[in-house]
């Protein structure tokens, strides 16, 4: 954990004295039990208010009667904990009120703290921004909290449990108290340097220690960016010539009419989205529209610039054709498939670099076409997946391959070796391994750099770690970071 200075600790103590806010914690409507969190310096006062004591059992479930605080009518019956500060989520004095989980005693307890004064409802995100004012969390823990909340697979949830509990915040706290050795190493050799003896190697021992964490630093940024595809979903764009069957693919993933299937070729003329979970992992399927070289269909034009948008933010790529197309090609055999795809592409009017440096996996569709023969020889090429739409054909192992796919994309979540999972980090960490690069070129055993000018350096590099974690923070990234919370959180 960190020491809040300057503008955290003013914020900090500004948030300590300010208003207690209260929200409902739990999700809106009818259900067994609804959860209102209070938080800040009042939360005894809406304790006395509310339950007609404020001196209850620290972290101990209450069986007490609610009351309005200005009609004394009884609200609910239900439990309620007390958190006093600092022990608490945020920091602060807290306690939480469980009731019944219906509207109208939502209402009810809602109005009851509108009337305490000092209390007002908390902000998207507040009691979240203030257990990181109060140190309990720093901002890739607020942010792996974030993603907690919003998970919705196995894979995604992992990751953001671990980063919720400090994987990633350990790292960086340790890069960034192995750069303030350093650059402290540095300065006491540049200020005392002569007059108390300090030895003259100092400065080729930290390089060593520099050039350990710029590896480090650049092992854990080239990562084919699968902490970010788990966290956002991995993008997969469904290409191929008109009617090949892409979208009755994607209605066959989605189990539902998600696109219009017609023999008119060119019916899609948008990208269209559906987000799913295979084995885990969290896909975010495009179909587009079917690309060829000519049409006079302005409006298929437009859907074929949207297709080749889509390519180029795509993280895996699904080439869906036409079994007769594949048959003409005679591409049942292993050395041929490469020349087939390039071929493909080619009367697609796809350029490959958009494609180059993606995951591709052939799919081939309407195999009810072919003899039997020919669908045995299909299964055994390893880089193709051969099924029918039409015919509900080798959907099994379409799947199994897909979950392997992904799996091998996204990897999987493990505490002892975290992974990059927002866009800011990669941004601050490149910035981090520049300044230390620039450090590291100056200095050589021929060349003796401006020491004052290299303690700048590493002193940026720093900030830039600081900035991932909080240790530095402006509002311009505390509002990126807190916009997407729900009230009560």
């Not at 914020?11 to 409507?29: D, E, M, N, Q, V």
Request: glycine share 6%.
């Amino acid at each position: 954990m960190f020491v809040l200075k300057g503008s955290n600790y003013i914020a900090f103590k500004r948030y300590s004295t300010a208003s207690t806010i209260y929200a409902l914690s739990s999700a809106y409507g009818k259900c067994g039990v609804s959860v209102i969190r209070v938080s800040g310096p009042q939360t005894r006062k809406c304790l006395r208010n509310i339950v007609g004591s404020a001196t209850l059992k620290e972290r101990y479930a209450h069986l007490k009667s609610f009351y309005h605080p200005k009609t004394n009518e009884m609200i609910d019956k239900g439990l309620v904990l007390w958190f006093p500060g600092p022990s608490s989520f945020t920091g602060e004095d807290c306690c939480e009120f469980q009731i019944h989980g219906s509207i109208a005693v939502i209402a009810a307890m809602l109005d009851a703290l509108s009337h305490i004064s000092g209390l007002r409802p908390a902000k998207p995100g507040e009691f979240t921004k203030r257990a990181f004012f109060g140190n309990k969390l720093d901002l890739t823990e607020v942010e792996g909290l974030a993603d907690l909340i919003h998970a919705e697979t196995e894979a995604q949830r992992k990751q953001a449990l671990q980063q919720c509990n400090g994987s990633l915040s350990r790292l960086y706290d340790n890069w960034r108290k192995c750069l303030i050795r350093s650059a402290a190493h540095l300065e006491a050799y540049i200020d005392f340097g002569e007059d108390e003896n300090i030895e003259e190697d100092v400065v080729v021992k930290l390089t060593k220690d520099l050039k350990k964490m710029q590896e480090e630093i650049t092992s854990h940024l080239n990562d084919q960016r699968q902490g970010e595809m788990l966290r956002d979903g991995v993008r997969t764009c469904i290409v191929g010539a008109p009617n090949v069957g892409k979208s009755s693919f994607l209605n066959i993933m989605c189990q539902r009419e998600v696109a219009i299937v017609s023999p008119v070729a060119g019916t899609t003329r948008d990208a269209i989205e559906s987000t799913l979970s295979f084995g885990g992992y969290p896909v975010r399927f495009v179909d587009t529209a079917g690309l060829r070289s000519r049409t006079t269909d302005i409006i298929e034009q437009q859907g074929i610039l949207k297709t080749k948008k889509s390519l180029e933010d795509a993280d895996l790529v699904l080439l869906v054709t036409d079994a007769l197309h594949f048959k003409e090609f005679n591409a049942f055999d292993t050395s041929k498939i490469d020349s087939y795809c390039l071929e493909y592409i080619k009367e697609l009017d796809l350029n490959q670099d958009i494609i180059k440096n993606k995951r591709v996996q052939l799919i081939v569709n309407k195999i009810d076409l072919l003899s039997q023969d020919e669908i045995e020889v299909l299964k055994k090429l390893p880089m193709v997946i051969g099924i029918s739409c039409k015919e509900k054909q080798n959907l099994t192992d379409l799947m199994g391959k897909l979950e392997t796919l992904l799996r091998e994309l996204c990897g999987s979540p493990l505490p002892e070796a975290p992974r990059l999972t927002h866009a800011r980090y990669r941004v601050h960490l490149h910035r981090c391994i520049e300044h230390i690069k620039e450090f590291l070129e100056e200095y050589s055993p021929d060349v003796f750099p401006d020491l004052a000018i290299s303690a700048l350096k590493l002193r940026n590099a720093i900030k830039d770690i600081e900035r991932i974690t909080g240790h530095v923070s402006t509002d311009d990234i505390l509002d990126v970071v807190f916009k997407d919370f729900c009230v009560g959180k």
